[in-house]
Nanobody, 124 residues
């Protein structure tokens, strides 16, 4: 199982980035992919989650209306489109594979495999 997160970078407040999570080594439609983030000195936070089969999506309140998660099953890739970025979105972003219950999609303990993380910095 491999998860490769990419697409991070430095962006000004109000700007946009698109993160990608390329999955391999397993049948992705049997699982879901979550995006998490961790800022220095803070706990890891669930950002969004998508079921690869069916495409149901879930978001943290802090990113609703600004972030959009999507998937391309043919490419085994999940995307996180981040718009209207704020300085408080600055963190290392990770993607992870799991089959969490809907009410607990944001709990990192529900995910067994993690990508290496990609840094997102929102600053002027």
């Amino acid at each position: 199982v491999q998860l490769q997160a990419s697409g991070g970078g430095l962006v000004q407040p109000g700007g946009s980035l698109r993160l990608s999570c390329a999955a391999s080594g397993f049948r992705s439609v049997d699982y879901g992919i979550g995006w998490f983030r961790q800022a220095p000195g803070k706990e890891r936070e669930g950002v969004s989650y998508i079921r690869m089969s069916g495409g149901s999506t879930y978001y943290a309140d802090s990113v609703k209306g600004r972030f959009t998660i999507s998937r391309d099953n043919a490419k085994n890739t999940v995307y996180l489109q981040m718009n209207s970025l704020k300085p408080e979105d600055t963190a290392v972003y990770y993607c992870a594979r799991g089959r969490p219950i809907t009410s607990a999609w944001f709990r990192s303990s529900m995910y067994a495999y993690w990508g290496q993380g990609t840094q997102v910095t929102v600053s002027s």
